[in-house]
């Protein structure tokens, strides 16, 4: 439905009926692979984190919102009127991908469920993105991020050991799910290509997908018969791999490999460490980490933190600083690699938001299009449909879009 030209998706239409966070995340990935991507909001005040401020870009475009919805066109449409169904079903005839975050129940309700869609559009690839997923005992329940990150484990496992749990600083069960959701309707759109097998209905939930990036967490609990326990920055099983303060901040170092050890020991000119035999595998060390902290903690308090990664770098020992966001984004290599793309907004003026991670040869993953105004291409969306300008008008005058 768009002439841009834009990448590997390019011709792909995404009609996006999700909001917040996990559905928005997943329908932004697949616009910036090229995909003509349709949100869907109600005509009510749209997807609630336009409203999520401070702090915001220029008066009203929530950063929030920002994040997540560029490369998108918005189109209103009141989905508790037949006529904003009948509008999102025409919409569906004619897209690739459907994407909705409904409360389990809610789209069978409306007449908008996979199995009503693709009666008429047999390709359609329909992904559901919930807390629980669309079966099982907890289906029917809400679900947040934080309740996510309890019940999912990841808060058990994160902050220091002997205090409060903590959530991560970013949605991760929010986010995994929608890179799960990505990952699912790629390879959706991949068979229904190649193998000609027609659409699909995929079911992804937020408290699948952070079970699934507990990855050697949880297998280490499966081995150990043990749960783990919260650790700060330590790794269960290598040391040391940690942050270490020094004089005026903090520093990490990572030793993944036994040459990296002997590296971190020449390094500090303490030669009688590869020797103990407390640390003479990182099996030991693993299990005399407690003694092995204090003579790293001692070695480095007396430094600044440019001096520690100096003399480690020098050393070939992987060692950084630890950065607040503002600082990592400065960096030049985030520069290079295009992980601060800027886009003009008609309200807001320049507005900066995070790059897309994925890299190709012949194209570039940028913001092509700003995060839309609520409703900005309801009218052209219309058009593209056949409907008539007396037509929008009406739907304008009755509250549907």
Not at 347 to 367: D, K, N, V
Request: charged share 25%.
């Amino acid at each position: 439905m768009t002439d841009d030209p834009t990448g590997p998706l390019d011709g792909v239409t995404v009609l996006d009926a999700s909001r917040v966070l996990a559905g928005p995340f997943c329908g932004m990935q697949l616009g910036d692979l090229g995909a003509d991507v349709i949100k869907v909001e109600r005509p009510d005040g749209g997807d609630q984190t336009r409203h999520w401020t401070p702090p915001a870009f220029g008066d009203d475009v929530a950063s929030y919102y920002a994040s997540i919805n560029r490369n998108k066109r918005s189109i209103t449409l009141n989905l508790t009127t037949e006529d904003g169904r009948e509008a999102f079903r025409e919409l569906a005839s004619e897209a690739d991908v459907l994407l909705e975050n409904f409360r389990v129940g809610k789209a069978a309700e409306w007449g908008l469920d996979y199995e009503t869609l693709s009666e008429v559009n047999p390709g359609l690839v329909y992904c559901s993105i919930t807390g629980y997923g669309q079966t099982g005992p907890k289906a029917d329940r809400p679900a947040y991020d934080l309740m996510m990150q309890a019940e999912g484990g990841m808060m058990s496992i994160t902050g220091e050991e002997g205090r409060p749990p903590v959530r991560v600083g970013v949605a991760v069960a929010d986010l995994a799910a929608g890179m799960y959701a990505t990952q699912s309707i790629l390879a959706a759109l991949f068979r229904r290509e190649f193998a000609d097998e027609g659409g699909d209905r995929i079911d992804v939930a937020l408290f699948d997908a952070l079970l699934g990036w507990l990855s050697y967490m949880a297998t280490d609990a499966f081995a150990s018969g043990e749960a783990p326990e919260r650790m700060g920055s330590r790794h269960p099983n290598i040391a040391p791999y940690q942050a270490f303060e020094a004089a005026d901040g903090y520093v990490v170092v990572a030793c993944a490999s036994q040459a990296i050890w002997y590296r971190l020991c020449e390094a500090l000119d303490r030669p009688d460490l590869v020797d103990d035999p407390r640390f003479e595998t990182n099996e030991k060390r693993v299990d005399n980490r407690e003694a092995l902290e204090s003579i790293l903690t001692d070695a480095f308090a007396d430094a600044t933190v440019d001096e520690v990664v100096d003399l480690l770098r020098t050393n070939d020992v992987p060692v950084g600083r630890i950065r607040d966001v503002l600082e990592a984004f400065d960096d030049p290599q985030a520069e290079a690699r295009g992980m601060r793309q800027r886009v003009s907004h008609p309200t807001a003026g320049e507005i900066e938001l995070p790059g897309s991670p994925m890299q190709f040869s012949e194209y570039a993953a940028t913001a092509r299009r700003h995060p839309p105004l609520l409703g900005e291409h309801t009218e052209d969306v219309l058009a593209e449909l056949g409907y008539s300008e007396a037509e929008i008008e009406r739907l304008q005058e009755e509250g549907v879009v």
